[in-house]
């Protein structure tokens, strides 16, 4: 049994290259650049079923362009157009017959030279889809998780660049996450190196006090697509949102805390460091937020249909 935060991954088939392979001749040499420094990009998506029983890839588009942002902002060339990786995301949906699944495009340097200044090697592609299913538990988005404030610090954008979804990036949030679990606590709430609110170790993360909603800003985290999408919705619904930082114990003393992403989707929390969040259930924006989030992302909020990508 896998940890909440992690899931066994299975499927037929996997695009790597330009080419779908059986997902047991998806290898890579144990040289390959990207396995010894963490130079790669990637992204994570999700493909859900709607009431119509099409299925279509939440906010593909926006994956994608992030992808090649990613890669823009590490100076890697991905050999292929934005219009093929989108395709291809949906081919490799439908040849594995998914009809809701995560999707994880990962850009990386293949093998032939070694060493840090290596860059002539072989940019690679490959996306992989598997079902996987309520990131923190089931029983986390119904009633909330438990969040611990990290000992490891959001690193500097001078640093590691957040902008970013690079493959090395997540070491800080491993070693987050495993302590925030070896710890008891279902996720990781990390600080910016200013002692600021930053994110969870996959998650942006919300606070909701007197009717007004806030968030940090992405100078220390992910620039979320999820967080775009619920700010979207907040604000379609006359709920204000801020993007500013705030200190810890803000959100100690917040009405209501979520996390947002792509895996979690939007779970509530009810617990921070050990002192309960409101009265310790989700409350009425979260809970609002996760019902019109659920609608579009199942084709049932019109106003939000251009979000969602056919395969
Ligand atoms: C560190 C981090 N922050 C935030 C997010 C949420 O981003 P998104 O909503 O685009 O999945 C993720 C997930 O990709 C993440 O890894």
Redesign the pocket.
């Given at each position: 049994m896998a940890e909440t935060g992690a899931s066994k991954v299975q499927s037929d088939r996997i695009w790597l290259d330009g080419q779908l392979v059986a997902f047991g001749e998806a290898r890579v040499h144990v040289l390959t650049h990207s396995l010894h420094y963490g130079y790669g990009v990637f992204e994570?998506m999700r493909c859900y079923q709607g009431d119509d029983g099409r299925s279509a890839i939440f906010r593909a588009r926006e994956h994608i362009r992030r992808l090649f942002e990613s890669a823009h902002i590490l100076e890697i060339a991905i050999p292929f157009a934005l219009e093929e990786i989108l395709k291809a995301c949906a081919d490799t949906v439908r040849v594995n017959n998914f009809k809701e699944c995560y999707i994880r495009p990962i850009v990386f340097l293949g093998e032939g030279e070694m060493g840090v200044a290596a860059r002539h090697n072989k940019v690679r592609v490959s996306i992989a889809a598997w079902p996987w299913g309520a990131y923190l538990g089931e029983e986390g988005v119904q009633r909330g998780v438990r969040l611990k404030t990290s000992s490891f610090i959001r690193f500097h954008h001078n640093s590691l660049m957040p902008h970013a979804?690079a493959t090395g990036h997540y070491i800080n949030?491993v070693l987050a996450v495993h302590e925030a679990q070896r710890g008891g606590y279902d996720e990781a709430m990390l600080l910016d190196v200013d002692g600021f609110v930053a994110?969870g170790?996959?998650?942006?993360l919300f606070v909701v006090r007197d009717g007004v909603v806030t968030t940090p800003p992405s100078t220390s985290?992910?620039m979320?697509?999820?967080?775009d999408s619920v700010m979207a919705i907040l604000r379609d619904q006359g709920i204000a949102v801020l993007e500013q930082r705030f200190p810890r114990d803000l959100v100690y003393i917040a009405d209501e805390v979520f996390m947002?992403?792509?895996?979690a989707e939007v779970t509530p929390v009810r617990e921070v460091d050990d002192r309960r969040v409101g009265d310790g259930t989700p409350g009425p924006v979260t809970r609002k937020v996760q019902e019109v989030f659920g609608a579009a992302l199942r084709g049932r909020e019109p106003r939000y249909q251009q979000w969602l990508y056919y395969i």
């Open positions: 994570g979804k949030s994110e170790s996959g998650e942006n985290s992910l979320g697509i999820t967080r947002t992403g792509t895996a």
